[in-house]
């Protein structure tokens, strides 16, 4: 904030919760029953979803003495790519599954591959596979 002249802006976006991105969220949770288990998480623990809280978004920009505070919940498709098969390999790559992946076997990751499919084929669109995501813009005025 104290980069901004008073009154200068400040605009930001941060994912709402895992659930509500699809793009991540769907493939996770249709092979969930054949990846290790979770380790709890740590709300507003640094991450991708660290700021997936509007109510901490306000507070930390309060604290930091910014004024006219604004957040937005938004919704926008998130292309995977122009194949059922190119999101396949994004999916497997991208985050909670990715990592739940990493010391996966061939055959395991041949039966989330083929469990996920379907799942991605749901969001096909004119223009490839894109599963809507939600996530919060922010809006606030220096003080």
Sequence with gaps: RRALKPGGRLASASWCPFEE?????????????????????????????????PGRIRAILAEAGYGDI???????????????????????NLGPLAFALRHSDEATRDAVRERIRPVLERYKTGEGIAPPAAFWLAGARAG
């Design 21 to 53: 991105i699809a793009t991540i969220f769907a493939p996770y949770d249709a092979a969930r029953d054949l990846l290790p288990p979770d380790p709890p998480a740590t709300p507003g623990a640094p991450g991708p979803f660290g700021l997936c809280d």
């Design 70 to 92: 604004i957040v937005e919940r938004r919704e926008c498709p998130s292309p995977m790519g122009a194949t059922v098969d190119e999101a396949l390999t994004q999916a497997m």
